[in-house]
């Protein structure tokens, strides 16, 4: 009995010291990213609310996107068959913020399209952010200095019901020119795997069967530069056009 006590004594200790190396071990998801990393996105989120069911979504991310490809010859004819935005889901009204300083360029222009109303803001670092579908014309001059995390705009439904399919759609463009538009999620420091898991599941992305692993994750998609020849109009495509 007294030798089996002292085994019994010798595995607690044991099991205590690898509860405490496993306590020093820090956990995956909750360290803070290093100032490297961060530095590299430089913008912030465009609602000053957490993401939820009853706060925003984000319904289709930036790229070669499902939905994007069928659409790839008429309303992504543009843009390389490309989604060159990222659309958040979003009930009518809610406030829509800077995602960085800058100065508005753009009022309701109707060169870029996603109307009713929409936004430009040149930023210090050489990028645009475009605001679309808003509910409003932003209540902003030309020219004025926004600060990153100011309201500047009201979030709308492209239809103009506020019940088809209310959302913003935010793009990050080249400056001068606005002739390319960048991927957000490298870009908006934010848990952007999460939020696609928010959005109703993985983000769903077209195959090229010849090459079927390209273009397939949130952050490697292409550039967009607009008025080019399609990126995706695929011989052999999954799920395929039918």
Known sequence: MAESGKRAAVSRRR????????????VAGLA???????????????????????????????????????????????????HFGVD?????????????????????????????????IDHPNGYASFYGHLLRRPDLE??????????VGLSGDPDGTCTSRP????????TPGYNRAYNPILLIAADWEALA?????????????????????????PDTRFSAELLNDYPLAWPPDW
């Open 88 to 120: 958040l889901a979003a009930a009518c009204g809610t406030e829509v913020v800077a995602i960085g300083e800058g100065r508005v360029t753009a009022v309701d222009s109707p060169v870029f399209g996603a109307g009713p109303h929409t936004l430009m």
């Open 15 to 26: 099991i205590g010291i690898a509860l405490a190396l496993v306590a020093m071990i820090p």
């Open 197 to 221: 898991r928010f959005g109703g599941g993985p983000a769903r992305f077209e195959q090229d069967l010849a090459d079927p692993r390209r273009w397939q994750s949130l952050s490697d998609q």
């Open 142 to 151: 030309i020219g004025q200095e926004v600060e990153a995390g100011e309201a």
């Open 32 to 82: 803070k990213p290093p100032a490297s990393a961060q530095s590299e996105r430089p913008f912030r989120l465009p609602f000053a609310s957490p993401p939820g069911p009853d706060t925003w979504l984000m319904i289709q991310p930036y790229g070669n996107t499902v939905f994007a490809y069928r659409l790839r010859r008429s309303l992504y004819g543009s843009g390389q068959g490309i």
């Open 167 to 174: 959302h913003l759609h935010l793009e990050i463009r080249s």
